[in-house]
Nanobody, 125 residues
């Protein structure tokens, strides 16, 4: 069955870094656009970053542009999110997700077919 398993979350101080990983199985990974989303307590799930099937195109939410980098390894069926210069407002549960198209809908959680269970990222001030 389809599985997306996130790892790499944790507690970090302001200005620190974390690298999230998402291991995929049960579907043809290279045929799917991959995205990262996050959800803070009491808030809606929001788009963070997306990467095209080949990795040649990437998109970021404005607040993480220049600090976060999304990448993928199609041989390892894994997508990554490198997070640098972390801020307290980055605190959230981070989810990876998969969808077949890289179009303007990549920012919408409802447009993704598969989701992981999430990993907690906490940035202390």
């Amino acid at each position: 069955q389809v599985q997306l398993v996130e790892s790499g979350g944790g507690l970090v101080q302001t200005g620190g870094s974390l690298r999230l990983s998402c291991a995929a199985s049960g579907f043809t990974f290279r045929s799917y656009v991959m995205g990262w989303f996050r959800q803070a307590p009491g808030k809606e799930r929001e788009f963070v970053a997306a990467i095209s099937k080949s990795g040649g195109s990437r998109a970021y939410e404005d607040s993480v542009q220049g600090r976060f980098t999304i990448s993928r390894d199609n041989a390892q069926n894994t997508v990554y999110l490198q997070m640098n210069s972390l801020k307290p407002e980055d605190t959230a549960v981070y989810y990876c997700a998969a969808r077949p198209l890289f179009d303007s809908d990549y920012v919408r959680p409802s447009e993704y077919d598969y989701w992981g269970q999430g990993t907690q990222v906490t940035v202390s001030s």
